[in-house]
């Protein structure tokens, strides 16, 4: 089981900007996929996005394309997850997960997960 913590998320306001961050280790920066995804309150939980190991490529769901960006620096052992352009529909639980496998949004393919952070977007 890989360590992974997400930091607060927080609160913000539509059209606003937060920022994610998921501690792990470098050495799970260069072996293994890192994802990230989200929980709303009576829905399943979807994928919002992953990086490939080493900086790779990267996926994004289509309702986070263009607002949101994930990155990694594998020197800090920190993911990160920029979120733009925020609407209320993207108020959730954020997760950090991780795969030996390649970048993928299906959850079933993650099994190292961390906590969750709280993110509301709300006027």
């Known amino acids: 089981q890989l360590q992974l913590v997400e930091s607060r998320g927080g609160l913000a306001q539509p059209g606003g900007s937060l920022r994610l961050s998921c501690a792990t280790s470098a050495l799970t920066l260069e072996y293994y996929a890192v994802g990230w995804f989200r929980q709303a309150p009576g829905k399943e939980r979807e994928g919002v996005s992953c990086m490939n190991s080493k900086g790779g490529s990267t996926d994004y769901a289509d309702s986070v394309k263009g607002r949101f960006t994930i990155s990694g620096d594998s020197a800090k052992g920190q993911v990160y997850l920029q979120m733009n352009s925020l609407k209320p529909e993207d108020t959730a639980i954020y997760y950090c997960?991780?795969?030996?496998?390649?970048?993928?949004?299906?959850?079933?393919?993650?099994?190292?997960w961390g906590q969750g952070t709280q993110v509301t977007v709300s006027s």
């Open positions: 997960a991780a795969t030996p496998l390649r970048c993928t949004l299906q959850v079933s393919q993650f099994n190292s």
